[in-house]
């Protein structure tokens, strides 16, 4: 064990909806907790422009904006938040261990809430020409594509929501589906179908992404006829789902064949006192509201694992 090994009651990992409501219940349990970023503070939320759907917001709330409110009531009650990546992690003994960029934390309890990165198509071109016309967040990367055309790859609730936030932008957005019904929720199937920057494209593959310096055309399949075509667009957004980012814990904890971590109704993993929230453990739903409220279930088991076990061990 390192001498500079930071020792907390309650390590977080992960500071999404999840992470940080879990944090502002550890804190206002007096856990002092601290909370490892990873990459993307904030969470996948902090990628949304506009968040309609959590309640408290009538006029919906920005992504950043609710990751930052989210951060700040967390900090109020104590929580530690640290910009700093976790590598690895040993469950063989406890505290439990975790190694990260800035060094070591030994925890008595961790939640685990490092959520899910969108899914690529795994086509030719696609990754040589990411950040050249090829995206997977609207927000991020929308404002590039003033007054160019613009494809968006999928068929559910990101796809639509975020084809509708690129109309700012774009001059045209063209939505191509691999079939002909939408996993989107009716009210955003309906603002799509009505807004007049927008076309669909459906029945129908991206197979290649074309261009040298930057995206220049994308190759399409449709999928019924099996003919070929050329699309000359500036700009493609994929999103097409997620997969949870879990590889750390692999062959550690029980997960699905999916990746995701198994968590019981109490936020418990297979491991005593290592409890899981938000995407990384949710296939069903992947909400905001969702992963805030898992993240505060486990806060809210960890207090209890924790005191269970320091009234195991004081004196009768
Ligand atoms: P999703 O619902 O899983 O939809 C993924 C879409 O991509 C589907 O239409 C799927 O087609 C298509 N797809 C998957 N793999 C593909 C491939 N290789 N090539 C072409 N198309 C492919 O994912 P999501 O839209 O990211 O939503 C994830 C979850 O977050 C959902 O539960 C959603 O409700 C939620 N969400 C909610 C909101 C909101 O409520 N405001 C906003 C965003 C996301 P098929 O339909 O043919 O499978």
């Not at 907390?8 to 206002?28: E, M, N, Q, T």
């Not at 399949?221 to 003919?227: L, P, S």
């Not at 994929?238 to 692999?250: C, E, L, W």
């Not at 936020?267 to 509201?289: H, K, L, N, W, Y």
């Amino acid at each position: 064990m390192s001498d500079s090994a930071k020792h907390v009651k309650v390590l977080i990992l992960g500071a999404g909806p999840a992470g940080l409501s879990a944090a502002l219940y550890a804190a206002r349990a007096e856990l002092e907790p601290i909370v490892l970023t990873g990459m993307q503070l904030g969470g996948q939320a902090a990628l949304t422009h506009t968040i309609e759907n959590y309640p408290g917001f009538p006029e919906g709330v920005g992504g950043i904006q609710l990751g930052e409110l989210f951060q700040k009531q967390a900090e109020r009650f104590g929580a530690k938040v640290e910009f700093d990546l976790a590598q690895a992690v040993d469950f063989s003994q406890r505290p439990y261990k975790v190694t990260a960029d800035s060094g070591e934390y030994l925890a008595d309890s961790l939640i685990l809430a490092t959520g899910a990165n969108p899914l690529h198509l795994e086509i030719p071109g696609e990754e040589e020409l990411t950040g050249r016309g090829v995206s997977y967040c609207a927000t991020c990367d929308g404002w590039f594509f003033k007054d160019k055309k613009v494809v968006i790859v999928g068929g559910g609730d990101s796809a639509f929501e975020e084809a509708l936030f690129i109309t700012r932008y774009a001059s045209s957005v063209t939505l191509i589906h691999r079939r002909e019904e939408f996993r989107a929720s009716v009210l955003l199937q309906k603002r799509a179908k009505e807004h007049p920057k927008m076309n669909f494209i459906l029945n129908t593959v991206v197979t290649e992404v074309v261009g040298k310096e930057k995206l220049e055309a994308l190759k399409l399949k449709d999928v019924k006829t099996g003919a070929e075509s050329t699309f000359e667009t500036d700009g493609l957004f994929i999103f097409i789902g997620h997969a949870p980012n879990s590889q750390m814990f692999k062959s550690k904890l029980e997960m699905s064949e999916l990746g995701y971590v198994k968590v019981n109704d109490k936020m418990e993993t297979s491991v005593p006192g290592v409890f899981a929230a938000g995407e990384i453990a949710d296939p069903t739903f992947r909400q905001v509201v969702t992963s805030a409220g898992m993240g505060a279930a486990a806060a809210i088991q960890a207090t209890r694992f924790l005191e269970a076990e320091e009234s195991a061990h004081s004196p009768a």
